[in-house]
Structure formats: structure tokens, C-alpha cells
């Protein structure tokens, strides 16, 4: 049996950003993805510039052979109504493409890795786990997304849980269809619901388009994605003839979740512990920052992984994702009545300086928030930000 300090199940950006701080800190691990890299993952692609400060990445050495378009500004509306271009002359935000992104991490972590190898058994022998009956570790982290086999393990259930649910389409653009596209790569789209409960977004990468919506209830998402796409073409802003699939996913929210994160020798991290951020359902950097946060706290554990040793990392996360703003607009979509909400959403989305200073400064951007233990002396945009 093959014998490791740490086991990760699950190779997407939490567990590989886990893997890279747990290598780095001299400890031995393992990740086992039940998919062989690169693989596609349903999702928009967007980043914010934390990210890649976050784990040390140089933008131009990622950029060389691999997708990373700058975005300089944003077009929001509520569908339908005045569109309101905001400009920072700067890059805010970074459009990539997840399966070269997720490989690039997955690769660098410096892990052992076991691709195409689902965690199937999970067995408690004393203090160590054995998972697939031939990995021994005394810390095991779940990181295998909203249906983590290691969450369900500890008690989740999805099927009772709120998540957001979001489908999107990504695709290369030709001909005509490329010539006619009126949508920009530094100038993405947001289009908000008009009852608020969630947006459609257009993000130009290059010649590559990602289109999708995401929603804070589940019920009829398909004809709101119907409705969307019926705008876009209508608008003339994309050409979707034929109109593409949209594969779909769910994802569970920050502060929505009662997931156990943490327990003897175990702990959950990214979607899998539930971190995306409520008002922009960004989950990328809140997958990271869960797996250098629940890094650190096995580091400082010093092999004695018990449940009061690893409640330090409930904390953390807390601390970190507990103060985001947006649950007044949340309260609003929620509980108001559905015609009061979109009178007060599209109110809201004609102001100008609501849209820059409330909408992408701080739900979009979280342009407050430094990001977490920068690896560069030069903390660029978020430190300028701040
Ligand atoms: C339509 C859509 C659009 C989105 N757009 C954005 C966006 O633009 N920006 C953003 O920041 N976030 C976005 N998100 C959210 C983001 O995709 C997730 O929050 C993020 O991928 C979470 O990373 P993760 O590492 O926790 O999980 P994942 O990226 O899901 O990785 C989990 C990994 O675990 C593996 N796995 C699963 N089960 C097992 C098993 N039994 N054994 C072994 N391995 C297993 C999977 O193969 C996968 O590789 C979007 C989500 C959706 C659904």
C-alpha cells in the first residue's frame, strides 16, 4: 500500500492549489481525479487577479501557449434595459479556459497524481485512512467538487441543499458568426434576471465564446437560458444558429450550507466544502484560497490532524468569506414579492455609480479584499486596489 502524508480526491483548482502549498511545506501527497487531465469543466472562466497572485502564477509565462485575456471593464444591464459600460483602463479580471487552466495547476502541484481514479472506498483504519483500498494517509482533504465523495462521507446531502445552478456553452467562433459578434474580450457581458435571482454572462476569449446563465433557484433554468439566448440573437450581439447545448452543474454558496468542513484528519475544501461567493458565484477563488487556507492548518498541525487541531480552518473560512456583502440584494430577490424586486433591480441597474462601486468594485471584484498571502513582492492590482 502506498503511503502518503496527505490524500486529496479531487484535482480541480481546491485540490490542486491544496497540493502545491502541502508540497511546498515538505509534505508528501497524493491526488486522485476521477477524470485524466486535461478535462472539461463546465464553467465561464473568469478570474480575478487574486488568483494568480495567490499561487505565485506570472501572467506572461502563463500566457505563453495558453489562453489569459486581459479584461479591462464590463457592460451590465438587466436584459433589456440601458447598458452601462464601466471602464477601469487596467486589467481586473482574466478570462481562462478551464481545461488548460486546471491541467497547469494540476501539473505544477508537484503531487503525486492518480488520474482517471475515482475515490470509490473510503475506510477508517486507527488514525489513518485507506482510500481505494491502496492509499494510506492520516489526512485526507475532499475536494471533489459540489458531489465530493469525502463531503458525502461526512453526512452531506446534496439532494436537501441550496445551490446555484448554472449552465453555459463554450465554443469557437467562425465565419460570420466571428465577424458579426459585437461582444468584446476586455468588455465581457453581465446580464442580470430581472427578478435579480441571477445573470447571463457573454465572455470573449480570443476567437472562443463562452455564453451561460447562472441562478440562485434551480426551478425553470432552462427557459430562463431559452430567454437569454433568445435576447442575444435578437440584440444581434451573437449569432447562436444553431443554438448551442449548455451543459449544466450545480454549486453551493458561501454562508448556504451546513457542511461539516472539518473533522478527525479530514477536511473539505472548494465547492466540495460549499465556499462559492454568493453575489457573482465566483467559485474559483474561493476554491483556491479554501485549499491554501486548509494547507495551512495541516501544516501547523504537525501530523496531530484531530478534530480540535483542524477547527482552526472553520474559522478561517469564516473569517474570510463570512463578511461578503450582496445578502441585501439576496433578501430582495427572495423575500419581496417578484414585481417589487424587479422594480427595485432595474432601478438599481440604470445608476451608474451603483453599478461600478457596488456591483463589480465589491460583488464582482472584491476589490476590498487583498488577496490571500500574495507570493509576489508586488501585489499589483489588489494592492493598488485596496
Ligand atoms: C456554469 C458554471 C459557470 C461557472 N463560472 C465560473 C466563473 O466564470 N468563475 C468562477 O470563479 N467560478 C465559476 N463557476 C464555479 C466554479 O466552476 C467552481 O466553483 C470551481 O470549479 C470549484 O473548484 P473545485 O476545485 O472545488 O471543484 P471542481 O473544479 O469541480 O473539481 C473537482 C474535481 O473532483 C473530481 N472528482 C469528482 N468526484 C470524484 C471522485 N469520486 N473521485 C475522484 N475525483 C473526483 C472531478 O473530476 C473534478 O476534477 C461556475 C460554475 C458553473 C456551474
Known sequence: MDSYDVVIAGGGPAGSSCAWKLQRSGLKTAILDRQIFPRHKVCGGWITPAVLD???????????????????????????????????GRPVSYGIRRFEFDDYL?????????????????????????????????????????????????????????VVAAQEAEFEMQGRQLSECAIRGEVPELYFCPDLKGYGWCFRKGNVMNVGLGRLDRHCLSK????????????????????????????????????????????????????????????????????????DVITEAQGRYTRERLERYRFLLAERFGKSGGRLVRSIAQHLPAGLATAIGRRLLLNDWFVRRVVLDEWFLHRHERALHSSRADQSWTANAA
Open 54 to 88: 495567490e499561487l505565485g502564477i506570472d501572467p506572461a509565462e502563463y500566457s505563453t501557449g495558453r489562453v489569459l485575456q486581459p479584461i479591462t471593464g464590463f457592460r451590465t444591464s438587466y436584459m433589456g434595459g440601458r447598458e452601462i459600460e464601466t471602464h477601469y
Open 106 to 162: 494540476l501539473k505544477r502541484s508537484g503531487a503525486t497524481l492518480f488520474e482517471g481514479e475515482s475515490l470509490t472506498r473510503l475506510e477508517r483504519s486507527g488514525r489513518e485512512w485507506i482510500v481505494n483500498g491502496r492509499l494510506r494517509s492520516r489526512m485526507l482533504v475532499g475536494a471533489g467538487g459540489t458531489f465530493c465523495p469525502v463531503a458525502r462521507f461526512l453526512g452531506a446531502q446534496v439532494s436537501r441543499e441550496t
Open 224 to 295: 430562463h437560458v431559452g430567454e437569454f439566448l433568445k435576447f442575444l440573437r435578437v440584440t444581434g450581439k451573437l449569432s447562436l444558429d444553431p443554438a448551442p447545448e449548455l451543459p449544466g452543474h450545480a454549486y453551493l454558496l458561501f454562508g448556504e450550507t451546513a457542511r461539516d468542513v472539518a473533522g478527525e484528519g479530514v477536511l473539505l475544501i472548494g465547492d466540495a466544502a460549499g465556499v462559492a461567493y454568493a453575489q457573482s458565484g465566483e467559485g474559483i477563488r474561493p476554491a483556491i484560497e479554501s485549499g491554501l487556507l486548509a494547507a
